[in-house]
């Protein structure tokens, strides 16, 4: 089968080479792509929101499958675009991707549906705003842009001021353009995070191996919210009993939810949870694979990924195996100095060749760019470094071990990947 990934990041990249690893696939093509995706695959330049240019693009290459990675194409439709054209797509369509383009339909919705998650009230009106969170007046408290933001429209206030600056920032500021209009403020909740990917049809949900990202910028969950800098597999929060709970009271209620909704989701759907001291919440819902926890997820799959996500399109999930292996993954994000807020990229990377080829070691390409056989770096996280092993010790060894030997001007990595404090996150 010929099959195009959409998307350019480290988690596209992941999902590639696992689909390379699939007999099934014939030619593999990524668009927009990166410099390491370009290095495995065909890649053509056609921009991740360009609809029409990337049905035109499938339909000049005879694409046979389509699989939609990023939250921005999935919202806007691309995989409606791709069913609409007659090539299946993985993904959801932009009436269930809804569940994560706005905060306020899921939080109506895990209220309507009585799934657990922080309470919550949602406001369109700045004052009405400030006078709920004056009249709570509980800190922190957790305000959140309705829309899209780059993974950045969370504030978490710890007085009144910040409480107020934030709402005004996004209500009267436009901070976030748009996703700033409507707001969320919700309870503040305490305990450790854990993500749960999953496939689901609809019908079935497959949950994949559990596992946790480190949104801080520094060491010791210091500095300022990013896109994730590391991650590992499996969380070690998620017990079999956690598991189970989460089963019962989240992960098949939401697709019921969803289905009774009219907006059935098929696609990977991605809980973000919070393990409080009154069982797991919902912290966020997402449309799509994690990144970079598909950095780690994929790597200990051991079923076809394309027979599933063909199995997912066609309402087949439950006649398919999903099956991981028993081992651990850690990725260390290697990012751009002065990630996530402004940094200098076109600096070439060194070390790359012999690590990409370790025993158990694949370097996952963020923001790189290829130009006459060097790879250089084009973005703010920039290579995914993950390694697999028998036990999470093994996996962080091997990841830091080649992590050390990768340079480029300015580079920066969190050090304290998969060290779990005795406290909370
Ligand atoms: P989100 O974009 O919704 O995942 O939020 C980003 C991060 O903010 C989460 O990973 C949590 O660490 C934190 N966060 C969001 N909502 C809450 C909450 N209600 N209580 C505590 N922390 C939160
Ligand atoms: N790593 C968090 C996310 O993909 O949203």
Known sequence: ??????????????????????????????????????????????????????????????????????????????????????????????????????????????????????????????????????????????????????????????????????????MAEGKFGDSGKRIVVEEYLTGPEVSVLSFTDGKTVVPMVSSKDHKRALDGDEGLNTGGMGTI???????????????????????????????????????????????????????RFGDPETQVVLPLLKSDLLTIMEAVHDGRLSEVPVEFSDGAAACVVIASGGYPVKYQSGYPISGLDEKGQAEGVTVYHAGTELKDGTFYTHGGRVLGVTATGATLDEALRKSYAAVETITFKDAHYRHDIGKIPAGNR
């Open 1 to 170: 089968m010929k099959v195009l990934v959409i998307g350019s990041g480290g988690r596209e990249h992941a999902i590639v080479l696992k689909l390379l690893e699939s007999p099934r696939v014939e030619e593999l093509w990524c668009a927009p792509g990166n410099g390491g995706i370009s290095a495995v695959a065909h890649t053509a330049p056609v921009n991740v929101m360009d609809k029409e240019g990337m049905v035109a693009l499938a339909k000049e290459k005879g694409i046979d499958f389509a699989v939609v990675a990023p939250d921005d194409p999935l919202a806007a439709g691309m995989a409606d675009a791709f069913e609409e054209a007659g090539i299946p797509a993985f993904g959801p369509s932009a009436k269930a991707a809804v569940i994560e383009a706005s905060k306020v339909f899921s939080k109506n919705l895990m209220k309507k549906y009585g799934i657990p998650t922080a309470r919550y009230e949602t406001f369109t009106d700045e004052q009405a705003a400030e006078d709920y969170v004056r009249a709570q007046n509980q800190y922190p408290t957790v305000i959140k842009a309705d829309g899209l933001a780059l993974g950045k429209g969370v504030i978490i206030a710890q007085n009144e001021e910040e409480a107020v600056e934030a709402i005004h920032s996004m």
């Open 233 to 287: 597999a499996p969380n070690p929060y998620y017990t079999p009993e956690v598991a189970k709970e989460c089963m019962e009271k989240i992960f098949l209620p939401t697709i019921d939810a969803m289905n009774k909704e009219g907006r059935t989701f098929k696609g990977c759907l991605y809980f973000g949870l919070m393990i409080t001291k009154d069982g797991p919440k919902v912290i966020e819902y997402n449309c």
